[in-house]
């Protein structure tokens, strides 16, 4: 029998509405959202549901995105709906740390919360990311190392595109040289600062700070680490690994390649997006990968459980 992953996206899948409808249907996910509103002292129900600025900036961003992931996995574990496996990319690994039971609800929501502010903080001018699609990444990282400034990879999302990020001179060098190495495009993202850059390893520092009042429990769902592609066995290792993820590339490919190797034949990405679902599909055509984002894909999910 194969298993079932639950996977949770980071930023940039988030919009003002989301995850309304499981505000105002389910109570337990309303409780979510009072409990993260509580942890990180603002109105997450309104800064998720009515129209704002503040959505798209990275301190709000981030406890707005886990609020809205946590609300359905609660909803899940309600139906006695459960992962074998869990994983998240970037801000997306603490929707995976609370389907571990690793992390308490409240901690998780009060350390996002911390985590955004850093890292909006720590944002040098001049960072930018791209996205280069059509190239190997062992010859991205050959250009990134040979272009001069600081640019390096931040993410292996799936076969034919990996993300850039670094200072801008050199991301937009980096992304010529790829499109002349044979490259399909080079995109700039709309982003607000070279995000899993080493130029960031100052917000994880100030991550690793606040972790150190943060419990980590007995990790009772495997979870698989965006630092080393692999599962995270040790709870001693979890808070230096938090802190790492900041400034370190963020390894989806591979991750989700280690958890196919390891019998999961069924991936659910859960909140906002579809994502990760791209993702998983040009990873490995073979595996089953549904999202979760609105009451009608909940709805009928459950059915097919019944």
């Known amino acids: 029998m194969g298993k079932r992953a639950f996977v949770f996206p980071g930023q940039g899948a988030q919009y003002v509405g989301m995850g309304k409808a499981f505000y105002e249907n389910i109570p337990v996910c309303r409780d979510v959202f009072g409990m993260a509103s509580e942890a990180s002292g603002l109105d997450i ?20 995105m886990l609020t809205v992931e946590a609300a359905i996995l609660k909803a899940l574990k309600e139906e006695d709906i459960c992962p074998d496996v869990a994983a998240g990319l970037s801000l997306g690994e603490y929707g995976a740390l609370l389907a571990a039971d690793v992390l308490d609800w409240k901690d998780t929501f009060s350390l996002i919360r911390k985590r955004g502010i ?41 076969p034919g595109q990996i993300v850039i990020t670094g200072e801008q001179a050199a991301v937009s060098a980096a992304g010529e040289a790829c499109k002349q190495a044979g490259a399909k ?22 991550l690793g700070k606040a972790l150190e009042a943060v419990e ?56 906002p997006g579809r994502t990760l679902t791209g993702f998983i599909r040009k990873i490995n055509r073979n595996v089953t990968a549904v999202n979760i984002e609105k009451m009608d894909d909940f709805n009928r999910y459950l059915e097919k459980q019944r």
């Open 216 to 271: 980590v429990k007995p990790i009772s769902v495997p979870y698989v680490t965006n630092v080393t592609a692999d599962y995270v066995v040790d709870p001693s290792m979890v808070k230096d690994l938090l802190r790492l993820q900041v400034s370190s590339p963020v390894r989806w490919q591979q991750s989700v390649e280690k958890m196919i190797r390891d019998g999961v034949d069924e991936f659910v990405e859960i909140g």
């Open 118 to 158: 850093y890292m909006q903080e720590a944002v040098p001018e001049g960072g930018a990311m791209a996205a280069v699609l059509g190239l190997h990444a062992s010859a991205v990282e050959e250009i990134c190392r040979k272009v001069e400034g600081t640019v390096s990879v931040a993410n292996y999302n799936c």
């Open 185 to 206: 495009r080079a995109v700039p993202l709309k982003v607000s600062g070279p995000f899993h850059s080493p130029m960031l390893a100052g917000a994880g520092e100030r």
């Open 45 to 64: 129900a309104a800064l998720c549901f009515e129209e704002n600025d503040k959505i798209n900036v990275t301190e709000y961003t981030q406890i707005c």
